[in-house]
């Protein structure tokens, strides 16, 4: 009965989980949505901390006392809010005072589009009509009685008597103003007591993400700060940018009130990818009222058009990348909960809090589903996604994610780091027969056509800062540096006398299903830097067995294999080259990662001039054999076993152990 009851516990253990987690969810949300009154404070606060703390760090490196650095950076920030409020009241004034001046030029459009309408005949314009007439009437008749109506009642003069006392009106203006008063009091305070302690906190928050390595975690945590906080100083000066060039381009259209269009256009800013069009729906419909024509609400929408589009295009990737950290899908979603959590001001906040949150996520374990669930960086690591790719048969993904790769690194980078080690996972799977059949001819076909495709792409000759795709920006941050520097070949005469033909190497593949793909990398590694290589499989060479003239002007015979059938094998294949070929060099390129010891073994028993596991080092092997000088080796990364040389067998294997 025991074993009984444990197993429909197990059973059930799943549908319990998914109900704490729901039940958890929904506490959260409802302490958030009933407390909002102190979390909207408190979140305004902390964003505000990280806004100045950058200012405050410089002006403390300038020697200035903590306590007047904190003081000076919130008396600035206390001036510049309470200035835009002040300017934000006095524009909303001077506009309730304008609008009635609008109703004539209103009707009239009104009345011009109705005609329009009616000309098209029925159907949804002619409703369209009827709607503008009833539009255009009831703004006649909220703004003014009807002209000529002689049974219209006068109006009477009615005499109020002040009976209120001072303190009555004083209460009656103030008591509105006490509530943002107070709100904007409490997130001064707040920041005032974040930045003050700030050291306390982040000590606090490392010891909630772990103190086993404190100086790796301390690194990481004040990164994280600096870059969150230089991402929301770049963002408010981005978007005060936006609400500076609005405000003077309207100005110079004739839109009343330019300054608060301006000001609540550098807010909306904030809300994400829609807040800056939101920001021009105002402007547009009091152009729409103060035009007779048509102009000014036509060079309204270009004007913010053309200001998101200089913005979002071209300062943007400049100064942050034009990434928040949060994927386009997590950005929608965190607007929508935030919104209905705390309403506009949710909406406003609702991507720094959630970068907030993704910054957490990435430096605390227990947080790390946050990071999964909202950020932009891939779920996968870069093979991963290529070898899922090639599953699914999807290869032009997988070209455009190398296309946007090899902007940052070169060619063979990208096949050694993301593509030859996806095809290391692919061929665990088929090894384990895991892979058969119709997916393994998906697999084969697909990378194929991929190594194809890239093939194509040209070189890229400079290296300048531009903006990658989150996918291809954290494959190149993944991979890091290119392994080898190596020249290119310019002249046939900078190489020996035998490498000169039209294709001194020859790469014979094995006959596993990944290995053509693997051997057509390496020609095309070879060929992009002058080395003519043509690809033959070791199947089609016994097919049609080549005689010792076929063989002239072959220097080197690579043999391409991701894993070798065994030893025996090995030695096969370098007696029928040599055979054919007697002077030509051998080079064996063994793609899967072999451990030293095993390296040595095959090199004591395989005669052969080079060993090689990836393509960065079968390509400076084979500069080497052929005379070309100039290549250099940067300061050593952690790397797959370089080309081991015949005669270095054994310190080659002890500087990889090490």
């Not at 007591?193 to 390595?213: H, K, P, Y």
């Not at 993944?478 to 039209?502: F, S, Y």
Request: net charge neutral; charged share 20%.
């Amino acid at each position: 009965m025991d074993i009984v009851t444990s197993q429909m516990l197990r059973r059930a253990l799943p549908l319990f989980t998914a109900l704490a987690v729901t039940v958890l969810i929904l506490a959260v949300s409802s302490i958030l949505y009933l407390g909002r009154e102190i979390f909207v404070p408190f979140a305004l606060g902390i964003l505000l901390s990280f806004i100045l703390a950058p200012i405050v760090i410089k002006l403390q490196r300038h020697r200035v006392p903590r306590i007047l650095a904190i003081s000076g950076a919130i008396l600035v920030a206390t001036v510049v809010i309470l200035g835009l409020g002040f300017l934000i009241a006095t524009q909303v004034t001077a506009l309730v005072g304008e609008i009635p001046s609008y109703r004539s030029t209103v009707e009239g459009k009104l009345r011009s589009l109705s005609e329009s309408a009616q000309s098209q005949g029925s159907g949804p314009f002619s409703r369209a009509a009827v709607a503008l007439e009833e539009m255009a009437a009831d703004i006649q008749t909220i703004a003014a009685p009807a002209e000529g109506a002689a049974d219209a009642p006068k109006p009477l003069l009615v005499t109020v008597e002040d009976s209120s006392s001072l303190f009555q009106t004083i209460s009656a203006v103030a008591l509105p103003l006490l509530s943002p008063i107070a709100t904007f009091g409490v997130v001064i305070i707040f920041a005032i007591f974040i930045l003050l302690q700030r050291e306390d906190l982040r000590n606090r928050f490392i010891r909630l993400a772990g103190t086993d390595d404190l100086q790796q975690t301390t690194a990481a945590i004040d990164d994280a700060a600096k870059r969150l906080s230089k991402l929301l100083l770049f963002q408010l000066g981005v978007n005060a940018a936006f609400g500076a060039m609005t405000a003077l381009g309207l100005w110079l259209l004739g839109v009343p009130s330019p300054v608060l269009w301006g000001i609540l256009g550098g807010i909306l800013r904030f809300i994400p990818y829609v807040g800056g069009f939101i920001g021009a729906g105002l402007p547009m419909l009091l152009a729409f009222a103060v035009d007779p024509g048509w102009s000014m609400v036509i060079w309204t929408a270009v004007l913010y058009l053309g200001a998101e589009a200089l913005l979002s295009n071209v300062v943007e990737p400049v100064l942050y990348g034009h990434s928040t950290g949060l994927s386009p899908v997590a950005i929608l979603l965190a607007a929508t909960v935030w919104a209905l959590l705390w309403g506009p001001v949710g909406l406003i906040l609702a991507t720094p809090l959630t970068i907030c949150l993704v910054v957490m996520g990435r430096h605390v374990p227990r947080l790390a589903f946050i990071d999964v669930m909202f950020g932009d960086r891939p779920a996968l690591s870069p093979p991963q996604i290529f070898y899922q790719r090639m599953l699914a048969g999807a290869p032009q993904e997988a070209a455009d994610q190398a296309r946007e790769f090899l902007r940052e690194r070169e060619l063979a980078t990208y096949y050694d780091e993301v593509a030859l080690e996806g095809l290391r996972i692919a061929h665990e799977d088929v090894a384990r027969f895991a892979v058969k059949g119709e997916r393994l001819e998906t697999l084969r076909a697909a990378t194929l056509e991929l190594v194809e495709d890239v093939g194509t792409l040209r070189p890229s000759r400079r290296r300048r800062k531009t903006h990658l795709t989150a996918e291809a920006a954290a494959a190149v941050d993944a991979v890091g540096p290119d392994q080898e520097v190596t020249r290119i070949v310019q002249r046939k005469e900078d190489l020996a006398p035998e490498w000169r033909g039209p294709t001194p190497v020859v790469c014979l593949s094995g006959n596993n299903a990944l290995d053509p793909a693997v051997t057509t990398m390496l020609v095309q590694v070879l060929e992009r830097h002058g080395l003519g290589a043509r690809h033959i499989s070791l199947s089609e060479l016994r097919k049609n067995p080549p005689a010792r003239k076929d063989a002239e002007g072959v220097a080197l015979v690579v043999l391409s294999f991701i894993e070798p059938l065994s030893t025996v094998h090995l030695r096969q294949a370098v007696r029928e080259v040599h055979r054919v070929a007697p002077k030509a060099r051998i080079m064996i390129g063994i793609w899967r990662q072999r451990d030293p010891a095993m390296l040595q073994e095959l090199q004591r028993r395989v005669h052969a001039d080079a060993l090689v596991t990836t393509l960065n080092k079968a390509l400076a092997a084979a500069l080497e054999m052929s005379g070309q000088r100039g290549v250099q080796t940067p300061a050593p990364r952690p790397a797959p076993p370089p080309a081991v040389p015949a005669n270095r067998v054994e310190a080659e294997a002890s500087a990889v152990a090490l």
